[in-house]
């Protein structure tokens, strides 16, 4: 067998190989790992959400101690119960709209460097947080685990938060300052754009 | 074909060969080391019954090497018992349990809730009792009795290990991340309780 053959037959072999039906015993099982995956992934799905997390985080930082980690632990919990009301049908309007306003309300804080009172802060991003979770708290796809769906919907916020509290250090330093602001005017911007397709 | 290519021609087929699903027989865990090893991979694979012992061990380890030692020595033993009540008395709920030890301990967790040491004993016996009772349900049989030995021996040498983790914890971001991570077991909790009412609606 010489070597021009060998390049053939390997290719021809692992395409049969994949495309050889009688080894797909591909089924649900109650979706386990797929449930932890689909819902991890999730939150990175939508533009609006992921500004929204990171923004968060940057926020957070910004503010430094308490609110650094005050704010992320906030909008998780607040984000589940806007997607308990979510799965209990309890109506809630605007929710497109909120999430834009979400977007242009902190990305407004950051790009100002607005210090709110804690309790404010956190009131208004457990608010907003429940539009979030509303939206995408309940769209778990059939079949899959809604348990493992929810660790990973709440860790891939929570991811979120972190790589938003990690930009967000860039405060101690003049020129990360400016930056962060900068940051803080884009996400308006994308915010202004949301709210444009949502209620346009 | 150089050495090269057929190296990777061969990591190739290899690849796909463990990535194929023709070996996906899924089920329930099965060691086949028996019994104890089974109910050892059924709570090491079960976050319902996973998370809130770990929950648990998290709280009473932040809350001083005392109230660890007590909780952790409570919740095997209570563990067991409920599973020994589970296995024996015909008994099923809808409620949904795991959702709610989710949400309580999150929720303490995340708050920072101090609670004196007796209170958090009285929280391992329960926890223990009700989750074992759960396990108990399930485990009826000629192999219950040794399967719930399993759990209760893994939880002893789990729970320990993860409150001494958390009594080691200092500094104080150190904290904060635990504190973050019970807001993330309450809203996994609040989200579990959401799906389970969904269900019965």
Known sequence: MNKHILRVIFPVITVLYLLSPEHAFAHVEQGQAIGFLTGFMHPWSGLDHVLAMIAV?????????????????????????GAMMGLLG???????TGIALSDIFLGGV???????????????????????????????????SGMLYSMGFVIGTGCLHIIGIAIGLMHRWPAGRLALRGSGAFITLMGVIFLWRAVG | MNRNTMRSSIGLAVAIFILSPSLACAHLVTTGMGPVYDAIGHLLLTPEDLVP??????????????TGRRAMFMLPVAWLIGGLAGSSINFAT???????SFLIL???????????SSAVAGLAVMLGFVHGFLNGAVLKGNSGVTALLGIAAMLF???PIVSALALSLKKPWERIAVRVAGSWIAAVGLLMMGWAIRLRQ
Do not use: C
Request: net charge negative.
């Open chain 1, 90 to 96: 309890i109506p809630l309007p605007g929710i497109e």
């Open chain 1, 110 to 144: 950051i790009l100002g460097e607005i210090r709110l009172k804690m309790l404010l802060a956190m009131l208004l991003v457990g608010f907003f947080a429940i539009f979030h979770g509303y939206a995408h708290g309940t769209e778990l796809p059939p079949g899959q």
């Open chain 2, 53 to 66: 012992a770990i929950a648990l061990a998290l709280y009473a380890g932040m809350r001083g090497a005392e």
């Open chain 2, 94 to 100: 809808s409620l949904p349990i795991p959702a709610v």
């Open chain 2, 106 to 116: 999150g929720g303490i967790i995340a708050a920072d809730l101090w609670l004196p």
């Open chain 2, 157 to 159: 040498i789990m729970a």
């Open chain 1, 57 to 81: 985080g940057i926020w957070g930082a910004q503010l430094g101690n308490p609110a650094i980690w005050l704010l992320p632990l906030t909008f998780p919990m607040l984000m589940a119960l």
